[in-house]
């Protein structure tokens, strides 16, 4: 039975992944994607590999962490000085709000931690703080004390799960995406009608699984006001909740997607559909792809392509140019992305502020404002993919995702005198403009057909 880092990163995110990895039957791993395949090249996923050739090394606990920085201010078994363990991650370790600092991220303390807790048995000391180099090539502190007791639980929780002592159960979600245990657990939850197959159940399902609710038939047959008083009272789950739940099971139950009324758009003749790639892995943002829509014309792609990451500055720049000098458009995205990261390019380059505030006054996001407000799909992720799918639109690379597309851009980054990836980059990045599009025109469709029917009604039906 062997404990890695890897395992502590992967319990943040899903215990039963943890499960797989040591008990899983190898047939139901999918092929390692592409980008995958980069991280393992880039070295931020090198532990496991490196840890499969210690076959005849009898271990428990093994880690290998990306630094080791010898400190005379810490005295060990050794003499006057000591290590500490320091790894390198492809994005920050604090999160921020409003420029706050509000929460270090747990996964990648407990990797900390657990490289700490296997140098301290060698050496017999450590230090009170924990520390990361992250994307931006800068030291992050956090204090170790914050995060021990919920390290030490999930420890024995994954030396239970690798010793196959606890099974635990797949909680379908967006984490899903990159792992290689994703059809096994997808066609797990189909079988099972498992309620994580609804879009944001996730780990409330155990808390579902306690009070009889273990499919999503018994989700769309519930009786909700049973579920908001003991004994079946769902902690931490309130009537809103429940019906919104209650809905999503019936729809996916009839496979159709069903849209509420209430939505309107801003009216607009020149409407801009929005959407940045950008590789953690490197820190950069590469593209900001725009298509835009005027009245009578074919919708036209632009877009600012950084070739090579010390373009970024250059690039930004220019589109800050773009922002500044457009008119009375609106700007369609899928996320809060967008504007999560031209704040941060802002913050980089020390970019005009003013810029940034007209561009939010003119964004709409089709995500949060209308798909999670006005409709409900009978799939477990509300992402572009899944709902562009459902509603006919195909991407022309067979293989499309964002994970893909930093790939690409590292594989042209590696051959620059082969184009072809960059080609790829911007049809993939236009198509995701375009499924925008078709999304958008779904909904007018469906408003000017006045399909829709208000789930209050229904439920009261
Ligand atoms: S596919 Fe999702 S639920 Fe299954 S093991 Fe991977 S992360 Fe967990």
Redesign the pocket.
């Known amino acids: 039975m062997r404990v890695t880092a890897q395992a502590l990163y992967?319990i943040t995110?899903?215990?039963?992944?943890?499960?797989?990895?040591a008990n899983?039957d190898p047939k139901d791993r999918s092929e390692v994607g592409s980008f995958v395949k980069l991280l393992w090249e880039l070295g931020l996923q090198t532990e496991r590999e490196y840890i499969g050739t210690l076959d005849d090394v009898a271990v428990s606990f093994v880690g290998r962490p990306d630094l080791l920085l010898k400190r005379r201010d810490l005295a060990s078994r050794f003499g006057v000085y000591g290590y500490e363990p320091i790894d390198i991650k492809a994005g920050k370790g604090w999160e921020e709000r409003d420029g706050k600092r509000t929460k270090f991220k747990d996964h990648y303390a407990f990797q900390i931690l657990f490289y700490r807790l296997l140098l301290e048995r060698i050496q017999g000391a450590s230090l009170p703080i924990g520390r990361i180099v992250n994307v931006e090539k800068q030291l992050e502190e956090f204090p170790v004390a914050d995060f021990e007791q919920d390290f030490q639980e999930a420890l024995a929780e994954a030396q239970r799960l690798i010793s196959g002592q606890n099974t635990s159960?797949?909680?379908?979600?967006s984490?899903?995406q990159l792992?290689?245990?994703?059809?096994?657990?997808?066609r797990?939850?189909t079988e099972q009608e498992d309620p994580?197959g609804l879009f944001f159940v996730g780990k409330v399902k155990f808390r579902l699984k306690e009070v009889g609710l273990t499919t999503i038939q018994d989700i769309a047959a519930m009786d909700v006001n049973q579920y908001l008083k003991p004994p079946k009272k769902i902690p931490r789950t309130g009537k809103d909740s429940l019906m919104r739940m209650k809905e999503r099971a019936r729809v996916r139950l009839a496979g159709k997607p069903e849209i509420r009324p209430g939505f309107s758009f801003p009216a607009r003749t020149r409407e801009i559909y929005f959407d940045i790639e950008d590789d953690p892995t490197r820190g950069v943002t590469y593209l900001f792809g725009l298509l835009i829509k005027e009245q009578e014309r074919a919708p036209d792609f632009q877009y600012f392509l950084a070739k090579r990451p010390d373009d970024e500055e250059a690039t930004v720049r220019a589109f800050w140019e773009f922002l500044r000098t457009a008119g009375e458009e609106v700007y369609y995205v899928y996320s809060h992305k967008e504007r999560s990261t031209l704040k941060q390019l802002m913050e980089r380059y020390d970019l005009d502020p003013a810029v940034l505030e007209t561009y939010k006054s003119k964004e709409y996001d089709l995500y949060t404002d209308l798909i999670v407000k006005y409709s409900d799909w009978p799939t477990y992720s509300y992402g572009i993919k899944q709902i562009a799918k459902q509603i006919g639109f195909k991407w022309r690379d067979p293989d499309p995702s964002g994970a893909n597309s930093i790939a690409w851009y590292n594989q042209y980054l590696a051959n620059p005198t082969d184009e072809a990836p960059l080609q790829r980059i911007l049809a993939y990045n236009e198509d995701d403009c375009l499924a925008m599009v078709a999304v958008k025109d779904y909904f007018e469709h469906v408003s000017a057909s006045s399909h829709s029917c208000s789930p209050t009604e229904r439920e009261g039906s």
Do not use: F, I, M, S
């Open positions: 992967n995110k899903c215990a039963h992944r943890v499960y797989l990895d899983g159960e797949p909680v379908l979600g984490h899903c792992c290689q245990w994703h059809r096994r657990c997808e797990w939850v994580t």
